[in-house]
């Protein structure tokens, strides 16, 4: 497991329990999720099937999500997935964590 991706799992892990309002900016689209943090797994490439899963940080938990007309909307699985390819850890700090991959970036802090 590279080196930030250790680092984002150590925090993740240390917030385990609590409420971590996600913030993840894509393509021109924001989407805000409000997650409730039970465990992290680690999810390597080589271990899938599917060509098309790369390596990713598994947070299991139930959130909800905020909807076009500002509704709080269940997610539809217990679990949010952040793919870590080419992961940049910008800002770490106790309570909030700025990072970018080659997809998205990120702002997760507690809530």
Partial sequence: ????????????????????????????????????????????SEDTIDDYLGDALILRGSGSTLNADGDLVPLPQQSYE??????KLHNIEADKVELQTERAKYTLALS
């Fill in 1 to 44: 497991m590279e080196e930030n991706v250790q680092k984002l799992k150590e925090w993740l892990t240390s917030e385990v329990n609590e409420t971590i309002v996600i913030t993840k900016e894509e393509l021109n689209d924001l989407d805000t999720v409000h997650f409730s943090l039970e465990s992290v797994d680690y999810r390597d």
């Fill in 82 to 87: 952040i793919a870590v390819s080419g992961l």
